[in-house]
């Protein structure tokens, strides 16, 4: 696609539930990063996938967090057992490769927990 | 680990005043180095990058940076703000090598342009 789009732009969800977060990366790019943006703080790394190699979960905050990317391309984020300080903008990039070449940014998805 | 501080939160700056804010990084080596912007409801948009070379990098709508390694900054300039860059910017630094290729970002700097 033109750009990198995610879905839903917004969702609230109650405690307790799970929520799937989606990414579409532009075409042909090999790297994808999931971020979190909380109100007035910076963009907290959260993972990284790289072609076939096994992603770097390193930023993932609890076991409650997981994510896949399927056939190289689309990626879900699904949080388990959302609580109100998952509430935050998830932000999804896209770049050609992994080696810091110009990440593209996704609009996010606004996630409330209510 | 690394680290980016951007010291001013909110900067007010009138339509047609020069700009800079500021961006500190702590790295072991020479990062590689990005400002991004972000308007209200929207992702982010790369305003420039600094891999190698000049120090004085040139980036979109008029952005410039400077990187001086001796003061770990990169600091984003603009000679003469329009009421449409009133938005956050973020810097970011990434590593040069190694697996890890996430960005670490500064906790951001909001501009707002007064008419």
């Known amino acids: 696609g033109a750009g990198v789009s995610q879905s839903p732009s917004n969702k609230v969800t109650e405690k307790g539930k799970d929520v799937e977060l989606r990414c579409d990366p532009i075409?042909?790019?090999?790297?994808l990063y999931w971020y979190r943006q909380s109100l007035g703080q910076g963009l907290e790394f959260l993972i990284y996938?790289?072609?076939?190699?096994?992603?770097?979960k390193s930023g993932l905050p609890s076991d409650r967090f997981s994510a896949e990317r399927t056939g190289g391309s689309v990626s879900t984020l699904t949080i388990q057992r959302t609580q109100q300080e998952d509430s935050a903008v998830y932000l999804c990039a896209s770049s050609r490769t992994g080696s810091n070449t110009e990440a593209f940014f996704g609009q996010g998805t606004r996630l409330t927990v209510v | 680990a690394q680290s980016v501080t951007q010291p001013d939160i909110h900067i007010t700056v009138s339509e047609g005043a020069s700009l800079e804010l500021r961006c500190n990084y702590s790295y072991g080596a020479t990062p590689y180095l990005f400002w991004y912007v972000q308007s209200p409801g929207q992702g982010l948009q790369l305003l420039l990058k600094y891999f190698s070379g000049d120090t004085l990098v040139q980036g979109i709508k008029g952005f410039e940076a400077e990187f001086k390694r001796s003061q770990s900054s990169f600091n984003l300039r603009k000679p003469s703000v329009h009421w449409s860059d009133a938005a956050e910017y973020f810097c970011?630094?990434?590593?040069?090598?190694?697996?890890?290729?996430?960005?670490?970002f500064g906790s951001g700097t909001q501009l707002t342009v007064l008419p």
């Open positions: 996938f790289q072609g076939n190699s096994a992603p770097d």
């Open positions: 075409s042909g790019h090999t790297a």
């Open positions: 970011a630094v990434g590593p040069l090598s190694g697996s890890a290729r996430q960005l670490t």
